[in-house]
C-alpha cells in the first residue's frame, strides 16, 4: 500500500480534512492536523483490514499517528501475511 492508496481511503471512509491537501506532502503530518480525529483513522483501517484481507496490530494503529506510520503498520501486516 503506498500514500496515494492511502489518501484515497481516507476521502472514501472520512471525507476530505478541512483544510488540508491530501495531494500534498502528508506522510509526516498529524492525522489531527489533517483533520481526521480517531475515529476517522478506524474507519479507514476497518476498510483496509476488509479491502485487504489483513489484520493489523491494534496497538499499532492506535499508535501511528501520521500517515507514514500506519503505513508502515498495514504493510508489515501485508509483508507478514505474504510469507504464510
Not at 59 to 84: H, I, M, Q
Amino acid at each position: 500500500m503506498d500514500i496515494a492508496d492511502l489518501t484515497a481511503l481516507l476521502r472514501e471512509c472520512a471525507g476530505e480534512g478541512e483544510g488540508v491537501d491530501l495531494d500534498g506532502d502528508v506522510l509526516d503530518t498529524l492525522f489531527v492536523d489533517l483533520g481526521y480525529d480517531s475515529l476517522a483513522v478506524l474507519q479507514t483501517t476497518g476498510r483496509i483490514e476488509r479491502d485487504y484481507d489483513v489484520v493489523l496490530d491494534e496497538e499499532a494503529v492506535d499508535e501511528a499517528e501520521t500517515p507514514r506510520a500506519l503505513l508502515e503498520t498495514v504493510n508489515r501486516a501485508l509483508s507478514a501475511r505474504a510469507r504464510v
